[in-house]
């Protein structure tokens, strides 16, 4: 059974830090490509950022391009999300995803439960 689980997320002052991390099992973390999306309330899911499965390359949504990062350790089945200079905007549920490196949701395959991040002004 293929599962996501995504931990990390919580409260945090805008200007703030966080970092998301996201286990994957039941699954070889090594040959998937994994993305991070997000949902606000009252949005449609969005594209965050994906990675490779060798980590040659990374894509970005333009809004979080030079405050997030993302990025992998296949040791440890793990996927991360480095999330600096938060805004209010950023407020969301983060899920992970795993299988696309696309901007697409449905490209991806598995999707984690997701986890809350607000960042207050």
């Known amino acids: 059974q293929v599962q996501l689980q995504e931990s990390g997320g919580g409260w945090v002052q805008a200007g703030g830090s966080l970092r998301l991390s996201c286990t994957v099992s039941?699954?070889?973390?090594?040959?998937?490509?994994m993305g991070w999306f997000r949902q606000a309330p009252g949005k449609e899911r969005e594209f965050v950022a994906a990675?490779?499965?060798?980590?040659?390359?990374?894509i970005y949504q333009e809004s979080v391009k030079g405050r997030f990062t993302i990025s992998r350790d296949n040791a440890k089945n793990t996927l991360y999300l480095d999330m600096n200079s938060l805004k209010p905007d950023d407020t969301a549920v983060y899920y992970c995803?795993?299988?696309?490196?696309?901007?697409?949701?449905?490209?991806?395959?598995?999707w984690g439960q997701g986890t809350q991040v607000t960042v207050s002004s």
């Open positions: 990675i490779l499965r060798n980590s040659f390359h990374s």
């Open positions: 039941g699954r070889t973390f090594s040959r998937d490509d």
């Open positions: 995803a795993a299988g696309g490196f696309s901007q697409a949701a449905a490209s991806y395959d598995y």
